[in-house]
């Protein structure tokens, strides 16, 4: 069996799949990251939305009182994430929400009531760019369940000494660097009915990480 095939057999199993462990040491029982940058990611946590809106849209808040602490809180983030990795071929998983998933898959010419559990699909090649950090996790059903996604998850298969920080807790998060952009590669559905799920898979040509 090659890796590719390995790897979409997998895929197959994925509705069956239930918690999974998080693929390292979660970052608040790390020993090598500073009190900086476990600050910055205690400040993530509580700030995403407003960390991630700022990368998004930098122009916006340029007059910003808060810019300078803005910027050394991403400065430790990225350290902290640099200095991270999961093992070579982890498998991370990210929801498409309901509202955009039949719009996504007709961006990649993807018919979700086509191919049956033993095909993959080519697709079209799509660059998504994220100009923020991006969350991922290592449990697919934990992904559906939390993040509304519904029948559309994106998976990556991680490569070796890949920069990613573990957050763990019952999400099993992984936060990829900033500036990643993810390549869609091919599709396959697994399950039947309601509990189908199109899973596509994507490589990350666009390694991200600190621009500045």
Known sequence: MSEIQAFY???????????????????????????????????????RDLVDRYLKYPEKHLDKEELGSFHALIYHLDRAIERSSVPPGSLLFRGVDD?????????????????????????????????????WSSDPARVRAETGAGGVLLVYKTGAAEPALVLGGTDHEVLLPRNCGWMTTGSIRTGSGGDGVVCISCENPVGGGATE
């Open 9 to 47: 057999y997998f895929l197959l199993k994925v509705p069956r799949v239930s918690a999974r462990e998080s693929p390292g040491i979660a970052w608040k029982k790390r020993q090598d990251l500073d009190e900086w940058e476990k600050e910055a990611v205690s400040l993530y946590l509580k700030y």
């Open 99 to 135: 509202e955009y998933a039949d719009q996504f898959l007709f961006l990649l010419s993807i018919d979700p009531g086509m191919g049956d559990e033993s095909s993959c699909q080519d697709v079209e090649p799509h660059l998504i760019q994220e100009p923020g950090y991006t969350s």
